[in-house]
């Protein structure tokens, strides 16, 4: 049986990390459950030119954002864990506040309270000391802040080199295997 796994897609700038991520799970053994926030729909129109039936076809199930009855709002729904990519900061509100007012935020207040792994993509920029706190208080609660920073040392060439980088680090803290960027081998070392 394949692992599952929880991907929240928010209405942050970014959500190009959410569908890449579900490009790159499908060689993946992994049951990939879908959330998509209604902004989120919106910015994959926007900045994609995706629509959610188009996104929904890399997932195995794919979730209402209002629907706080589904399987994946109970901590008896095993998952590996989950990935919230891109988070906005509104969602990071409500995770950091146990405030479960939709899907996305339910399933992550789950994976924290059954202590599973959790990954919060938080795109927003510049932050201020409100932001700060709050990924303090999700960090404080088990969550992974990671968000989407680039590096340089494997010189990417293409938009997707700076998805996958960002991408691998997420797998590698879900220690799903990937070879998706150039590890760092030392300055001289080639």
Known sequence: MAKRIVIGIAGASGVIYG???LQLLQ???YEIHLIVSEAGVKNLAIETGFDLD???TLADHVYDN???AASLASG???TEGMVVI???IKTLSGIANSYSNNLIVRA???TLKEKRKLVLVVRETPLHKGHLRLMTMAADMGAHILPP???FYHKPETIEDILDQTIGKIFDYLSIEHNLFKRWQGEGER
Request: glycine share 4%.
């Open 66 to 68: 209002r629907d706080m």
């Open 27 to 29: 060689s993946k053994d």
């Open 149 to 151: 920073v680039p590096s």
């Open 19 to 21: 569908v890449r991520m």
């Open 54 to 56: 188009q996104v929904g």
């Open 108 to 110: 992550a207040d789950v």
């Open 76 to 78: 008896s729904f095993l």
């Open 86 to 88: 891109p988070c906005t």
